[in-house]
């Protein structure tokens, strides 16, 4: 099993990982913090907001620190100024792309985007918006998603799979087009497969998925958080 | 976009700075081969046609004479009434 520890270094610290554990895992076991919005600890990862990118070796290319198994002696850099564009350039896209206006979302000061853009300094957007109208779907007893608000993290759709084995959330389309779907396009409210455990809304890591009867005005969109490893980058 | 404003002729150095800047990021974060070469061609007309970006944007002019400029006379109408 001695063969399976390899020593790395990750911003000029040397740390130690298993080959099955990924650079983010094994970063945040030694207190670096490397931004992600898909990443959920429990789930299994995707690698679909690319903000963990960190440099291996100094490679020109980044690699995503969730998907990258550690290696031994290989050198991470997390942090710098090439990686801190792109990471701004990323949160700036996933703003635009979709309507994210936090004055007036159930998620406000709960968000782990808002809070994201805060962290990298995202103070202004020099892109064009999209803001399509993707409508929302409140068929549901319990719960409602505003597509407006989705960033398609597919935490959710992971969730509910892996963990309440009900795969009601799924991904239909590609790019631009793509969309969260519950039983193959069926309204949410009329779902066979869904068990209304409100896992989905949990780990949404913006007011996407929120829990009916919540106010703006109260800053949380679910009653009863739990998950206390959902880190919220509240400053 | 940002290429149709430049083949305007209303695009700014900004502008240049911006599509450099997001071509690469693209082929740095894309997960495929589709988004790691879809900034190619902006790349390699960068390399070897920079001088024919800056002219549609510093003068005004296409010297290959095959972008409309459209917006060039109107971008100069607007500086000379915001400096007057």
């Given amino acids: 099993m001695t063969s399976d520890v390899h020593t790395l270094t990750i911003d000029g610290t040397g740390v130690v990982g298993t080959a099955d554990q990924t650079v983010l895992e094994v970063a945040a076991e030694h207190g670096i913090d ?3 919005l898909c990443h959920l600890d429990g789930l299994s990862e995707v690698g679909a907001c690319r903000l963990c990118l960190v440099e291996v070796d100094g490679g020109h290319r980044p690699a995503l620190a969730c998907m990258t198994r550690v ?13 801190a564009g792109y990471r701004r350039n990323l949160v700036q896209m996933l703003f635009l792309e979709r309507n994210h206006v936090c004055a007036v979302c159930v998620a406000n000061r709960h968000c782990e985007l808002q809070d994201l853009a ?8 020099d892109l064009p918006a999209i803001y399509p109208n993707v409508g929302v779907d409140a068929s ?47 309204p949410w409210g009329e779902s066979d497969t869904c068990t209304s455990c409100g896992k989905c809304v949990q780990v949404c890591p913006t007011g996407a998925l929120f829990e009916k009867g919540r106010s703006v005005a109260e800053g949380a969109k679910e009653r009863r958080p739990f998950l206390p490893y959902l880190k919220v980058r509240r400053s | 976009m940002l290429l149709t404003a430049i083949t305007e002729g209303r695009a700014t150095l900004g502008d240049l700075r911006q599509l450099e800047e997001l071509s690469a990021m ?38 290959a004479g095959v972008c409309p400029m459209v917006g060039a006379e109107t971008a100069g109408v607007t500086t000379t009434q915001v400096n007057p």
């Fill in chain 1, 140 to 186: 549901h007893r319990l719960f409602a998603i505003d597509h407006n608000r989705c960033i398609m993290c597919t935490r959710c759709v992971r969730v509910c799979d892996e963990i309440e084995g009900a795969h009601t959330w799924d991904v239909m389309g590609r790019g631009l087009a793509a969309r969260l779907v519950t039983d193959l396009g069926t």
């Fill in chain 1, 34 to 36: 490397i931004p992600t």
């Fill in chain 1, 71 to 83: 290696e031994e002696g290989m050198t991470v850099t997390t942090h710098n100024d090439r990686l």
């Fill in chain 2, 26 to 63: 693209v082929a740095a974060t894309s997960l495929c081969g589709l988004g790691q070469t879809a900034p190619n061609p902006v790349f390699s007309t960068l390399r070897y046609f920079r001088a024919e970006y800056l002219s549609h944007i510093e003068d005004g002019t296409c010297p």
């Fill in chain 1, 118 to 125: 805060a962290e990298l300094g995202v103070t202004h957007f």
